[in-house]
T-cell receptor
Framework: DAGVIQSPRHEVTEMGQEVTLRCKPI?????LFWYRQTMMRGLELLIY????????DSGMPEDRFSAKMPNASFSTLKIQPSEPRDSAVYFC??????????????FGPGTRLTVL | GQQVMQIPQYQHVQEGEDFTTYCNSS?????IQWYKQRPGGHPVFLIQ?????EVKKQKRLTFQFGEAKKNSSLHITATQTTDVGTYFC???????????FGKGTLLTVNP
């Protein structure tokens, strides 16, 4: 099993540019989560999907952030336009939800985003 | 609203010393999970606790869930340099399968 796959691993861009982060969850998992991690704010949940449907996007900072999950094996997180304060490590995680209880989440390696 | 504090924020120990991190909630938690993140790495699941008073062990790691399900702890006996990293607790929101994570405790071990 390849685990959760994220791309790119590193992204350096200039303020105002569009950034697209990609995630491939573990096959068979039906929940997908996007997190942002910074020293100041820790690990924050941005949005999560269950069966490809966005369930809770209350963590999305503002309208510049959007996320999609067109199918069970792919999700994107887009920032447009990007700003320096968006610099962080973005993690994607997936889990297999069953039994009405949270199950362990498997995290991808993360995308380190730097906005200059 | 629900308030969960993870303490301490940092802990530095000599190799061989014990280490404990705590998560304390103002309200009852349905369950709690613990994760470890090595420097430069990603969070990795360690354990999930569900039952009141539950205690689970993994080699030198002991996890506890309080009787009132409002607090949890992770204890490492005789730390090793391989224990270095940030330990996070994450608590669930019930039926929505969403985890919220604490700020984490960064453990450093002096060899």
């Amino acid at each position: 099993d390849a685990g959760v796959i994220q791309s790119p691993r590193h992204e350096v861009t200039e303020m105002g540019q569009e950034v697209t982060l990609r995630c491939k969850p573990i096959s068979g998992h039906n929940s997908l989560f996007w997190y942002r991690q910074t020293m100041m704010r820790g690990l924050e949940l941005l949005i999560y999907f269950n069966n490809n449907v966005p369930i809770d996007d209350s963590g999305m900072p503002e309208d510049r952030f959007s996320a999609k999950m067109p199918n069970a094996s792919f999700s994107t997180l887009k920032i447009q336009p990007s700003e320096p304060r968006d610099s962080a490590v973005y993690f994607c995680a997936s889990s297999s939800v069953a039994g009405g209880l949270e199950n362990e989440q498997f995290f991808g390696p993360g995308t380190r985003l730097t906005v200059l | 609203g629900q308030q969960v504090m993870q303490i301490p924020q940092y802990q530095h120990v000599q190799e061989g010393e014990d280490f404990t991190t705590y998560c304390n909630s103002s309200t009852t938690l349905s369950n709690i999970q613990w994760y470890k993140q090595r420097p430069g790495g990603h969070p990795v699941f360690l354990i999930q606790l569900v039952k009141s008073g539950e205690v689970k062990k993994q080699k030198r790691l002991t996890f506890q869930f309080g009787e009132a399900k409002k607090n949890s702890s992770l204890h490492i006996t005789a730390t090793q340099t391989t224990d270095v990293g940030t330990y996070f607790c994450g608590w669930g929101g019930g039926s929505n399968y969403k985890l919220t994570f604490g700020k984490g405790t960064l453990l450093t071990v002096n060899p």
